[in-house]
């Protein structure tokens, strides 16, 4: 029996945009990130979020995590996202200022309901800086937080995954946006609070 020649696997390379990851976070790993010793405890969880990535995203369960400016909250976001990609799920992030862009900019209704079904549906959404968006000086008429609150209770309905990170303590979360989603959330969203000094002050002093 004669064999042909055998044709060579190709693998293609993962388009990080796709997902909303750009170069700034392409190359993020957990393994690579620098950890201060008083966050050490708030990573073991994140690690072991991100080995069970499939099985918390199959049962819908998500992650809360706070902190001031710089200290891990976005890379340690995008480097689960990377573990859910290489699991073959489709995770999408998107900041809170893009987010609401997105929404204001989609004049077709078209394209505004495929973005607003993806949001929606996707298998795990990072909302990036939850709390650094406007929202508008009477948030009881905003329609843009209205938007955000129907987007997260619409997942947390479906038990679909979502990742928040936000500078905001909890408190400030349910003052600023619906304290009834904000529990339900409280319900399949592990809190975690990384703390300790900017670590990009690190990189200003290499340049």
């Not at 955000?148 to 946006?177: C, F, P, V």
Request: glycine share 6%.
């Amino acid at each position: 029996m004669l064999i042909g020649p055998m044709t060579p696997t190709i693998f293609k390379p993962i388009n990080w945009e796709y997902y909303g990851i750009y170069k700034r976070y392409q190359k993020v790993t957990l393994e690579d990130m620098t950890v201060l010793d008083v966050n050490k405890e708030a990573f073991d969880v994140i690690k072991e979020y991100a080995e069970h990535v499939v099985h918390k995203l199959d049962v819908g369960l998500g992650l809360i995590i706070k902190g001031p400016v710089g200290t891990g909250k976005t890379t340690a976001a995008v480097a689960i996202m990377k573990e859910a990609i290489q699991n073959k799920r489709s995770p999408y992030f998107i900041s809170m200022i893009s987010l609401l862009d997105k929404l204001m900019s989609l004049r077709d209704q078209e394209e505004r309901y495929e973005f607003e079904q993806r949001i929606k549906n996707c298998s795990l959404l990072v909302l990036d800086d939850l709390g650094g968006e406007y929202i508008g000086k009477d948030k009881d008429e905003s329609f843009m937080l209205k938007r955000i609150m129907s987007i997260i209770a619409e997942r947390n309905q479906r038990s679909k995954s979502t990742i928040i990170t936000t500078n905001l303590k909890i408190k400030e979360l349910k003052e600023r946006y619906d304290e009834r989603v904000i529990d339900r959330l409280g319900s399949t969203n592990q809190i975690i609070t990384l703390s300790g000094p900017s670590l990009r002050r690190e990189e200003w002093r290499e340049l």
